[in-house]
């Protein structure tokens, strides 16, 4: 039996796979994240999905993935993992802060980023897998290390696309579009597998010593056809320059008391908290105008909150977003269970030296 504790975001093709290999070699802290049901794409490339379904039938399309892989684990080798069905960026940073190693098995390009954001904000490393689309025998393996002067994932992407991935997640301006997403890895079975494989691997190294993987990097696996056989090419990660998330702001990520409300946990009045994600308090649909308040992450509301009057999915542009509360902000008269923030949270508990600093204008409710 291991103790390291894992946290495994993404519980489609590859995060099952991976899944598999940690339960064969008797890794027995896990926690899965992931928000979705089990779907039909989920079991075409999928082995243990297909076995899954096999015994349960259509009854395995009513459960989330994160808690079929959690029942199967337990009835076929006595593991006790965790189920946490939700987006990333919607578990707490506490649950996260618990773990040794993010890994990232997700296909989506948002989800990636709210994960390395996590994990560096933890201060924890973070193994990010894919394999590449439709039938292609190719897959890719990254370890990204924790430490300052290594590559995050942000690192790896254009500053172009950074730039939107982050205004879209991030920014507190209002009504910018979804970023176009990379086509959902399909892959190929066999590289399903390979790069599962490459995974265990890297995961059983740290397991053996924490301190052995130290830079970033990132490994190429595919099909070689002239060997015949699977190769894999490391290449170096280096860090860039122009990203924002090496210098991180000073403060103590802290708890908030779930059903205080916030003010009293600010204690004295020059601190304030800044949140991880904004976080929307009132929305507008575009299409129909009903205005609701639904206490949702900004990037969660954009993407799936439905239309409580015309049942449009995304049409709600927020009107009022918060990303830190300081005590005179009216959001510090409730309680985080109130705003809709996700339990077990942390949040950055920053000072504030002068009053001009305060970020009054996110707080405002705007045109
Ligand atoms: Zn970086
Ligand atoms: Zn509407």
Sequence with gaps: MKDLRLAVVGAGTLGSELSRLLAENSFSNVLLIDPDRLEPHNVALSSLYRDIVAEEEHEAFTHY??????????????????????????????????????????????????????????????????????GIPAGRVSW?????????????????????????????SLGCGLPAEAPA???APDAV???AAAMLELIQSFSADKHCLKTSFSSRIEWDLTAQSWIQKDLKLPRSVACPWHDLPEGEWLPLGYDQPIRDSLHRNNMRVQLLWPHC????????GHQSTPNLRVARLRRKAVCAQCGTIGSYEPTRIIDSVGDEDFAADFTP???????????????????MMRRKDVDEPVA
């Excluded at 390009?109 to 924890?124: D, G, H, I, K, Q």
């Excluded at 172009?160 to 507190?172: K, P």
């Excluded at 308090?281 to 129909?288: D, I, M």
Aim: net charge neutral; charged share 25%; aromatic share 8%.
């Design 281 to 288: 308090l009132e929305a507008r649909c575009r299409v129909c």
């Design 337 to 355: 269970r109130q705003l809709g923030l996700t339990k077990q949270h942390l949040y950055l508990f920053r000072r504030v030296f002068a009053p």
């Design 193 to 195: 597998r390979e790069t």
């Design 185 to 187: 890895m399909t892959g």
């Design 65 to 134: 993935k994160t808690e079929l892989l959690v029942d199967w684990a337990r009835q076929k080798y006595s593991l006790t993992w965790e189920s946490f069905a939700a987006e990333i960026a919607d578990t707490g940073l506490g649950r996260l802060a618990l773990c040794d190693l993010v890994i990232s098995c997700t296909d989506s390009t948002l989800a990636r980023v709210e994960t390395a954001l996590a994990a560096r904000v933890l201060n924890l490393p973070m193994l990010d897998g894919g394999v590449r689309g439709e």
């Design 144 to 172: 990204f290390s924790p430490s300052h002067d290594a590559a995050c994932y942000l690192c790896g992407i254009s500053e172009i696309r950074r730039a939107e991935l982050l205004s879209y997640a991030l920014s507190t």
